[in-house]
């Protein structure tokens, strides 16, 4: 059962930035494509941010230009570094593989005033 370990949220201001980090617990980081995804109060689950294990990011069209994922595959970590955030961007945060198949973590609360 892979652990995901999602930290790094917090209360900002738009136009501020957070860097979220999730940490998992699986000898088979590296061979898996990560993403980060987010829930916002009374919608799904969405993709915001995957990298592939060839470090190739994608992004959805709502984050392009802020948001950057990347990897470190030594501490089993995905990063996601967010710039400029707005309020529309307040949801918690989760990571997963990009299937996602492994059971999800407890997520971290991203919030941005106005």
């Known amino acids: 059962q892979v652990q995901l370990v999602e930290s790094g949220g917090g209360l900002v201001q738009a136009g501020e930035s957070l860097t979220l980090s999730c940490v998992a617990s699986?000898?088979?980081?590296?061979?898996?494509?990560m993403g980060w995804y987010r829930q916002a109060p009374g919608k799904q689950r969405e993709l915001v941010a995957g990298i592939t294990t060839a470090n190739i990011p994608n992004y959805d069209d709502s984050v392009k230009g802020r948001f950057t994922i990347s990897r470190e595959n030594a501490k089993k970590t995905v990063y996601l570094q967010m710039n400029n955030l707005k309020p529309e961007d307040t949801a918690v945060y989760y990571c997963?593989?990009?299937?996602?198949?492994?059971?999800w973590g407890q997520g971290t609360q991203v919030t941005v005033s106005s």
């Open positions: 699986t000898t088979i980081f590296s061979f898996v494509g």
């Open positions: 997963n593989n990009d299937r996602p198949s492994w059971s």
